[in-house]
């Protein structure tokens, strides 16, 4: 079944952990993205990357680190710099030029 | 800098009235942009893109650069039209999305 899939659907951290969600596709895609979803704020964009081993930075990245080693993979670890991490986060793949979007189910990430 | 507004959070009609989702844009240069919806319980999911210019599930969007806007129509709403609509447009470098706040539709009978 092709696809994104996103783990855990849902997290709980206390503060000052460490969390990584993970992202992985089997589409083939070389592009993949991180986006924030908060009630009335829309979707923000954290980190995106257009090929293996590179990563660009997007509108909301402190307190997030991302890597790229696999085509398949785009790991997001949310760090304890963040400040207001608790959130639903949704990964999303594309060809390299975005257009259409798949989406992954989400994560909900909830710090106590 | 690039940006997406929509600027209704909430739109409520009527099963069978006209609906009209706004979504006005700042970019510089020739923007392409989209409309993204997420049903109940489903991922989010691209509806349409304005290069194609094609109508899906009755939608249409035109793309009005003099008014910077590209608004989602449909002539007559129905139940299962009821989701959130998200109004996005490529950055300037072309490599991901911006997107709006979104626009909850509920349609009722």
């Known amino acids: ?112 | 800098a690039q940006r997406v507004t929509q600027p209704e959070k909430l739109l409520s009609v009527f099963k069978g009235a006209p609906v009209e989702l706004k979504c006005n844009y700042s970019y510089s240069g020739s923007p392409e942009l989209f409309w993204y919806v997420q049903y109940s319980r489903q991922r989010l999911q691209l509806l349409l893109r304005h290069i194609s210019r094609e109508s899906i599930k009755g939608f249409t969007a035109d793309l009005n650069k003099g008014e910077t806007s590209f608004h989602l129509k449909k002539p007559f709403a129905q139940e299962e039209d009821s989701a959130m609509y998200y109004c996005a447009l490529h950055n300037q470098a072309g490599t991901a999305l911006i997107f709006g706040k979104g626009t909850t539709l509920s349609v009722s009978s």
């Not at chain 1, 696809?3 to 083939?28: A, D, H, M």
């Open chain 1, 1 to 112: 079944d092709g696809g994104i899939t996103q783990s855990p659907k849902y997290l709980f951290r206390k503060e000052g952990q460490n969390v990584t969600l993970s992202c992985e596709q089997n589409l083939n895609h070389d592009a993949m993205y991180w986006y924030r979803q908060d009630p009335g704020q829309g979707l923000r964009l954290i980190y995106y990357s257009q090929i293996v081993n590179d990563f660009q930075k997007g509108d909301i990245a402190e307190g997030y680190s991302v890597s790229r080693e696999k085509k398949e993979s785009f790991p997001l670890t949310v760090t304890s710099a963040q400040k207001n991490p608790t959130a639903f986060y949704l990964c999303a793949s594309s060809p390299t030029r975005p257009g259409e979007l798949f989406f992954g189910e989400g994560s909900r990430l909830t710090v106590l």
